[in-house]
């Protein structure tokens, strides 16, 4: 009766043995916990490698967030809000006499300041437009200094 019960001892076809038993869910793993092992940094000054694994392991470091954290924090759109509004990839287009090249600085069509992006600032225009917002008088100091840069 005792021979045919397991009784425990290694059974190399447990789960717990099995290498390739890895949780779906990521960080997880065999262990159940949600944690990331220390790691010893090499390459840093001396002690610092040793210090850097003392703080590691002083608290546990906080593992990959399971699929279902990670869903719950995401806001719910419905499905027909998404499809709303998205056209297909094989749709026919919706400008049939614009040039393919409409935006660009080449071929027909017109050019990219019709994309109406920012221009380009020097440093001393950001600073001039900060001044104003700023209570402690530090942009028009900085501002000065640019300028008197040539910048």
């Known amino acids: 009766m005792a021979g045919n019960q397991n009784s425990g001892g290694m059974r190399p076809t447990a789960p717990q ?8 869910t990521g960080g997880n793993g065999q262990s159940g916990r949600a944690t990331q092992p220390a790691r010893y940094i090499s390459g840093l000054g001396y002690g610092e490698g040793q210090a850097t694994m003392q703080q590691q392991t002083s608290a546990p470091m906080a593992g990959t967030p399971t699929a279902q954290a990670s869903a719950m924090n995401a806001p719910m759109m419905p499905m027909s809000a998404m499809e709303e509004g998205v ?4 749709a026919p287009t919706a400008r049939p006499n614009e040039p393919l090249t409409a935006g660009m600085d080449f071929g027909a069509g017109v050019g990219s300041e019709a994309l109406a992006l920012p221009q380009e600032r020097t440093l001393s225009q950001i600073l001039a437009n900060m001044i104003d917002l700023d209570p402690t008088g530090d942009a028009k100091d900085l501002y000065d200094f640019v ?4 910048l």
């Open 17 to 24: 043995n099995n290498p390739a038993n890895v949780s779906a």
């Open 87 to 90: 056209t297909p990839l094989t």
């Open 147 to 150: 300028v008197s840069r040539g």
